[in-house]
């Protein structure tokens, strides 16, 4: 398995999209440019993103999310009992189209299968796929609710959803799923709510369950890590991927607290800045990892999605994240 060897290299998400491919979509929203060539051209985008992944020696990879906008609004489109609201505010100049239920949720077509089979067969024998979904907690806590008026059932419904997209995946032969989860590390009172969603989400979906299934990780950013830890540890995935050096290590001293006793995969490279990191630099930055886990724990990946940067600087960070994890192979193994 690629995931054996020491330090294996994935992506968290998302990818620079080829400037053409924007103006594809663009050109499809107005009525100039047909469904099916819009769909040549996000396969077209997803075979380049492949191979820019396995060119920046990436062990576990993505189809860089081509087809998908953003990370909430995917999947309401596609969950009966949505709709929008006009575009809200991320963060900086970042917008997202905030989506509402406005009636029960309904049970999906397939969402994600035809997205990792094509991914699967564009990547090179001796590369994993790993497959990310949008988590019940954040597809609640980004929406509004004007139908379920409780907060747990609305998350519970969404947890059998995306537990069923799951069992699509891992059928179809996905082995590494990541489930998205940023509203965590913002809301920590909720913490207790997140684990009994994800207990749904990957029931019957374990590695000790499902014969395909390799990993259920976890990501988890732009929060404070020490108000949900160590309560994250009792949510049932195999691995928590979480963002450290644009919080400059903020919680390394929190996480040697306790045992951490599940593999982390560790963000070692800034997404917020367009300087590309030094291959020594991101040893030094992975090495912080150690201060509360062994390097059997360790996998290597950068903080988030890498989607806002230039493609040339998402390469070159991926690159020598790649370079980096080599080195310390051959000074760990």
């Given at each position: 398995m690629v995931h054996d060897k020491l330090f294996p290299t994935t992506v968290i998400g998302s990818h620079p999209k080829p400037k053409w491919l924007n103006k594809v979509r663009k050109l499809n929203e107005e009525g100039e440019f047909s469904d099916e060539r819009l769909e040549e051209a996000m396969d077209d985008a997803a075979r380049i993103v492949v191979d820019e992944h396995e060119r920046a020696g990436i062990d576990i990879l993505g189809d860089g999310e081509m087809r998908r906008e953003e990370m909430v609004e995917y999947f309401a489109h596609r969950i009966p009992g949505y709709e929008f609201n006009g575009p809200v505010r991320v963060w900086g100049n970042n917008y997202f189209e905030k989506p509402s239920v406005v009636e029960e949720l309904g049970d999906p077509d397939p969402m994600l299968v035809d997205e990792f089979e094509f991914t699967r067969r564009a990547a090179n024998e001796?590369?994993?796929?790993?497959?990310?979904?949008?988590?019940?907690?954040?597809?609640?806590?980004?929406?509004?609710?004007?139908?379920?008026?409780?907060?747990?059932?609305?998350?519970?419904?969404?947890?059998?959803?995306?537990?069923?997209?799951?069992?699509?995946?891992?059928?179809?032969?996905?082995?590494?799923?990541?489930?998205?989860?940023?509203?965590?590390?913002?809301?920590?009172?909720?913490?207790?709510?997140?684990?009994?969603a994800t207990e749904k989400v990957v029931e019957g979906v374990t590695k000790e369950e499902h014969e395909n299934i390799e990993r259920q990780i976890m990501h988890v950013c732009y929060g404070d890590y020490s108000a949900i830890y160590p309560r994250m540890l009792d949510i049932p995935v195999d691995q928590f991927s979480l963002e450290f050096v644009n919080q400059d290590f903020a919680h390394i001293d929190t996480f040697a607290e306790h045992d951490f006793d599940k593999e982390i995969g560790?963000?070692?490279?800034?997404?917020?800045?367009?300087?590309?990191?030094?291959?020594?630099?991101?040893?030094e930055n992975i090495e912080h990892a150690f201060d509360f886990v062994d390097p059997e724990q360790v996998w290597v990946n950068p903080d988030c999605g890498i989607k806002l940067l230039p493609r040339d600087v998402a390469f070159g960070k991926l690159e020598n994240m790649s370079k980096a994890a080599e080195e310390l192979r051959a000074e760990y193994e």
């Amino acid at each position: 398995m690629v995931h054996d060897k020491l330090f294996p290299t994935t992506v968290i998400g998302s990818h620079p999209k080829p400037k053409w491919l924007n103006k594809v979509r663009k050109l499809n929203e107005e009525g100039e440019f047909s469904d099916e060539r819009l769909e040549e051209a996000m396969d077209d985008a997803a075979r380049i993103v492949v191979d820019e992944h396995e060119r920046a020696g990436i062990d576990i990879l993505g189809d860089g999310e081509m087809r998908r906008e953003e990370m909430v609004e995917y999947f309401a489109h596609r969950i009966p009992g949505y709709e929008f609201n006009g575009p809200v505010r991320v963060w900086g100049n970042n917008y997202f189209e905030k989506p509402s239920v406005v009636e029960e949720l309904g049970d999906p077509d397939p969402m994600l299968v035809d997205e990792f089979e094509f991914t699967r067969r564009a990547a090179n024998e001796g590369h994993g796929v790993k497959v990310p979904i949008t988590g019940p907690y954040t597809l609640y806590d980004w929406s509004f609710d004007e139908v379920y008026g409780d907060d747990r059932e609305l998350i519970m419904r969404l947890a059998e959803i995306v537990n069923d997209e799951i069992h699509r995946l891992a059928d179809a032969g996905a082995r590494y799923i990541q489930i998205d989860e940023p509203a965590l590390s913002v809301r920590p009172d909720d913490i207790d709510l997140v684990i009994e969603a994800t207990e749904k989400v990957v029931e019957g979906v374990t590695k000790e369950e499902h014969e395909n299934i390799e990993r259920q990780i976890m990501h988890v950013c732009y929060g404070d890590y020490s108000a949900i830890y160590p309560r994250m540890l009792d949510i049932p995935v195999d691995q928590f991927s979480l963002e450290f050096v644009n919080q400059d290590f903020a919680h390394i001293d929190t996480f040697a607290e306790h045992d951490f006793d599940k593999e982390i995969g560790f963000g070692c490279v800034d997404i917020h800045d367009r300087d590309v990191e030094s291959v020594e630099e991101i040893k030094e930055n992975i090495e912080h990892a150690f201060d509360f886990v062994d390097p059997e724990q360790v996998w290597v990946n950068p903080d988030c999605g890498i989607k806002l940067l230039p493609r040339d600087v998402a390469f070159g960070k991926l690159e020598n994240m790649s370079k980096a994890a080599e080195e310390l192979r051959a000074e760990y193994e």
